[in-house]
C-alpha cells in the first residue's frame, strides 16, 4: 500500500472489465476516488464501482468513448463534477481484432490506433492540461503492452499502436518532467482477462502462450494493478518515460531460455 495515494483521484478508462477494473479496484484499496469509465458495460463499471467501494474508496461510472476527444472532455467534466480534482489518469482502454494485414480494412485499422493510440492522447492532454491550469504534479500512467516491442502478425494495428505508446509516453514524459508531471507506461504480457477469454479456453492455445512466458504462467489482473499503483504514488517520484514490463519475462527471447541460440 502507498500512503500518498490515500484521498487521490484517478480516471482508469476501460475499467468495467479486466484490467482496468482491477486498477480501480487496487485503487480503492489505496482509499482512493475512482473515475470508472465504461464505453458500453454500464453494468460492468457498476460491478467495478461496488468493488471499489468495498476495497474502502470512492468510485463514479462514466460512460464515454474514448476514441472520440469530445466523449474525453465529457469523461473529464464528469469526473470533475464527481470528486472536484484529478491526480492522475490511467489510460488503459484498448482494444485488438485479429486479421491478417493483406486482409485487413482500413475502418478496422483506423478503430484500433483511435482507441488505443488517439484516445489515450487525447486523454492525457486533457490531463495534461488540467495539472498545467493548476500548476500542480500530476500522474499519467498508459497501459502498453509487450507488443510494444514484441512484432504481433495479424495484430498489425494493435502492435503498431502500441509501438506508438511507448514513444508517446517517452515524449511526454520528457516534455513535462520540468512541470512535476510525471508520464509512464505498464507493459503487460499475456494476462488472465476477458481480452484473452476464447483463447484461454482452447487448452492447446493457452499451452501455446505458456511457453512464450519464461516464468511459465499466465499473469495475474492483480500483477498489473500493483505496478500502475507503484508509478501512481510517491514511491517512484523520479521516475519518468518508462515501459514497466509486466510479463512474467516474456519480452526476455524466451526461445533462449535453455541455453538454445
Ligand atoms: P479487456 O478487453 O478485458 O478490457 C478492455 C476495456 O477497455 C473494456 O472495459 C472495454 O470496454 C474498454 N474499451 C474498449 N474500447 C473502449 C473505448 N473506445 N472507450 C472506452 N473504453 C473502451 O482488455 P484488458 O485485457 O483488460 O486490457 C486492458 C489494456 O491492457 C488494453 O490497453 C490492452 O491492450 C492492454 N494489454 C492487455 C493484455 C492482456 O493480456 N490482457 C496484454 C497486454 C496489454
Known amino acids: 500500500m502507498f500512503d500518498d495515494l490515500r484521498g487521490k483521484t484517478a480516471v482508469v478508462t476501460g475499467s468495467s472489465k479486466g484490467l482496468g477494473a482491477a486498477i480501480a479496484r487496487r485503487f480503492g484499496a489505496e482509499g482512493m476516488n475512482v473515475v ?5 458495460d454500464e453494468e460492468g ?39 472536484g480534482g484529478i491526480d492522475i489518469w490511467v489510460n488503459n482502454a ?3 481484432v485479429g ?42 500512467v498508459n497501459l502498453s503492452s509487450v507488443h510494444e516491442i514484441i512484432p504481433w502478425p495479424h495484430f498489425a494495428d494493435y502492435a503498431a499502436s502500441k509501438a506508438g505508446v511507448g514513444m508517446l509516453t517517452k515524449t511526454l514524459a520528457l516534455e513535462y518532467a ?20 476464447k483463447k484461454f479456453a482452447d487448452p492447446a492455445a493457452l499451452e501455446s502462450t505458456v511457453k512464450l512466458v519464461p516464468m511459465g504462467r499466465i499473469g495475474d489482473p492483480e500483477d498489473v494493478s500493483a ?29 533462449f531460455q535453455h541455453g538454445d541460440g
Open 36 to 40: 470508472a469509465n465504461y464505453r458500453t
Open 45 to 83: 463499471a457498476r460491478e467495478t464501482v461496488r468493488a471499489v467501494e468495498e476495497a474502502g474508496g470512492a468510485a463514479a461510472a462514466v460512460q464515454a468513448d474514448v476514441s472520440k476527444p469530445e466523449c474525453v472532455d465529457a469523461l473529464y467534466d464528469a469526473a470533475m463534477f464527481s470528486f
Open 94 to 96: 484498448g482494444i485488438e
Open 227 to 255: 505496478a500502475v499503483a507503484w508509478l501512481a504514488s510517491e514511491q517512484a517520484k523520479y521516475v519518468t518515460g518508462v515501459t514497466l514490463y509486466v510479463d512474467g519475462g516474456m519480452t526476455l527471447y524466451p526461445g
Open 99 to 140: 486479421t491478417p494485414s493483406d486482409q485487413k480494412s482500413i475502418e478496422e485499422w483506423k478503430k484500433v490506433i483511435d482507441v488505443n493510440l488517439t484516445g489515450l492522447f487525447a486523454g492525457s492532454q486533457r490531463a495534461i492540461q488540467h495539472f498545467l491550469e493548476r500548476d500542480m504534479p500530476g500522474v499519467i
Open 178 to 197: 520540468d512541470r512535476g508531471i510525471r508520464v509512464n507506461a505498464v507493459a503487460p504480457g499475456a494476462m488472465n482477462t476477458p481480452i484473452n477469454a
